[in-house]
């Protein structure tokens, strides 16, 4: 089994969900907010700073709540967010709430993001998948 294959069965609930399938479209929803940068400032902005960096950080990963990230991000952008997962608001958020902690901390496993990830803004999943695993 591939990091990749364990990183989607760890985020998935048994239940039927296209991890993968919504890796994606959160992935594709982090660009158009801006890339991970805006994403990064959103959070500080927001007053989730200290939660983002343990995600970043090399210690254990704190929670975020769906709520919290609603507050930080804006109606709009949710919603968005909640077209591309095929839910409402408060599904796109929990979900987000899920998945985000674990693809910001992949994409910082010395404890730091580097400058490709916070400025490429036409990534894919694929690619980012590639450097997150180091294939």
């Known amino acids: 089994m591939g990091l990749l294959d364990e990183l989607v069965g760890a985020l998935g609930n048994g239940n039927g969900r296209n991890t993968l399938g919504e ?13 991970v940068q805006v994403l990064l400032q959103k959070f500080q902005q927001g007053g989730l700073g200290e939660i983002l960096s343990s995600w970043i950080g090399t210690g254990s990963n704190q929670s975020v709540s769906g709520g ?24 796109a958020s929990g979900r987000l709430a899920e ?32 450097q997150l695993f180091k294939r």
Request: charged residues 20%.
């Open 23 to 35: 890796l994606q479209a959160v992935w594709n929803w982090v660009q158009e907010q801006g890339g």
């Open 99 to 130: 998945l985000l902690p674990h693809l910001i901390d992949r994409m910082s496993p010395q404890g730091q993001m580097d400058d490709q990830s916070l400025h490429d803004k036409q990534r894919d999943l694929g690619s980012m998948v590639d």
């Open 68 to 91: 919290q990230l609603q507050s930080a991000f804006g109606e709009e952008a949710m919603q968005s967010l909640a077209q591309k997962l095929g839910t409402d608001v408060n599904g």
